[in-house]
Structures are given as structure tokens and as C-alpha cells.
């Protein structure tokens, strides 16, 4: 496919609920979290680049990436995070648009959660935002995952504001509401996109 949407929300905003809805509709799916994870899979390029940098002790003994360790080496050092960041990020740019390219729908949805602050946006042709408010981000992310109040709140700090990815995105999701009502809205932005890239 040659239209991609950019898919993206902070944390427990619902990217992946709204994702799924999509996939249902026959729309492929590239996801930004699995291509981080395939381009340093035990066998790639991106491991083999790790490995000659930090040597052979940043892998676990069943020969894939230690992650904490590598966080270990990152953490409070600007040069190998720069490094890292100069090697993975372009890594993941082509292997998803990659994938894009090979998808076989009429379009596709790349789901990026830091779409904007990555600049991932000037890779595609449209922007979908799933929006809810921090107080609700909280709520759903302490409801699904193992952590505090406090952690949730420095993530969604790390990531951009509500109104900066409001103000950047072609579309909004809002996602306040109950799950039921997504699908309705997910099957309108379908006809939209579907019109748009040509297909119907
Ligand atoms: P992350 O980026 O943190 O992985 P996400 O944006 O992919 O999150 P989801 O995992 O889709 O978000 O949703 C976060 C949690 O909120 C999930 O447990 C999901 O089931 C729940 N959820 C999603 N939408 C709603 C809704 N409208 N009402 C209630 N719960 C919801």
C-alpha cells in the first residue's frame, strides 16, 4: 500500500483497541513496538551492530538482547544513547515502511505511539490520534498494568501533550466513552480513508 496512517496516543489511550477494530476491517497493521523488537531479533543486522559495539555480555545466555542491560549502558550516557538511538531508529523507519509497502490492503496503519515526537508523522499521509484525558490515561493504564499513580504520570510527561498531538493530527478518536462506541466511529474514518487513497 502506498497511503499509510499514522496511528498514535499517549499511554492507555487505546491505540491498540482501535488498532484491532481496523485489522478487523481487513486493514494490515505495522506496529512499531514489534518492528523495535524484530530489527535486534537474534539473527538481525541490528543485534549483530549491539553486539560488536558492546560486546558480547550485553546478550542473555539463549543468545537475545539483554534489554535491562542495555538500558543499564544507556542510562545517564548521551554518547551510547545517541549511538543506539543513530542506529535503531533509521533501523525502524525502513523496516516499517518497508512492511507498509508490501502490505496487500488498500491502505495501511502504522501504530506509533511517539508518532509526533519522533517525527514518524513526516512519514506518512494522514494522522489518526486516539484521545483521552490524562486523568483517564491513568485510570486505564493502572487498571491494565502493574503501576503506580506515579509512574503512569512520568510517562505521560515524557511524551507530548494532549493539545500539541491534538493540534497536529488530521483525525481524533475520542476514546472517553465506552468501548462499544469505537466501532462505529472506526468504520467512518475507514470510508474516509478508503476515499481518500483512491479505493472506492
Ligand atoms: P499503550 O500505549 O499504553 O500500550 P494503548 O494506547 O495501546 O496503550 P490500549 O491497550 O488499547 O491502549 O488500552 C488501554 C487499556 O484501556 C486497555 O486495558 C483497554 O482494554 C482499555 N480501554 C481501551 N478503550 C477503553 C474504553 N473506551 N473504555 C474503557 N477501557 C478502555
Redesign the pocket.
Known amino acids: 500500500a502506498d497511503f499509510i496512517v499514522g496511528l498514535t496516543?499517549g499511554?492507555?489511550?487505546?491505540?491498540?483497541?482501535v488498532a484491532n477494530l481496523f485489522a478487523d476491517l481487513g486493514v494490515v497493521l505495522v506496529d512499531a513496538d514489534i518492528v523495535a523488537r524484530e530489527v535486534v531479533s537474534p539473527g538481525s543486522e541490528g543485534l549483530a551492530a549491539i553486539v560488536k559495539h558492546f560486546g558480547a555480555d550485553i546478550l542473555l545466555s539463549d543468545g537475545n538482547l539483554d534489554r535491562s542491560k542495555l538500558r543499564e549502558r544507556i542510562f545517564d550516557n548521551d554518547e551510547e544513547r545517541l549511538w543506539l538511538n543513530g542506529l535503531l531508529h533509521p533501523l525502524i523507519r525502513e523496516t516499517m515502511l518497508k512492511k507498509c509497502k508490501e502490505a496487500q490492503s488498500n491502505y495501511v496503519i502504522m501504530v506509533v505511539?511517539l508518532l509526533f515526537e519522533n517525527g514518524l508523522d513526516r512519514l506518512v499521509q494522514r494522522t489518526l490520534l486516539?484521545d483521552i484525558s490524562p486523568q483517564l490515561q491513568q485510570q486505564?493504564?493502572m487498571?491494565?498494568d502493574d503501576v503506580s499513580a506515579k509512574q503512569v504520570q512520568n510517562i505521560i510527561g515524557s511524551q507530548a501533550t494532549r493539545a500539541e498531538k491534538l493540534s497536529k493530527a488530521d483525525d481524533v478518536i475520542d476514546?472517553q466513552?465506552?468501548?462499544s462506541a469505537?466501532k462505529c466511529k472506526v468504520d467512518a474514518l475507514n470510508s474516509l480513508y478508503l476515499k481518500i487513497c483512491g479505493n472506492t
Do not use: D, Q, W
Not at 499511554?11 to 483497541?17: D, E, P, V
Open positions: 496516543g499511554i492507555g489511550s487505546g491505540k491498540t483497541t505511539p486516539v486505564r493504564t487498571a491494565r476514546n466513552g465506552e468501548i469505537l
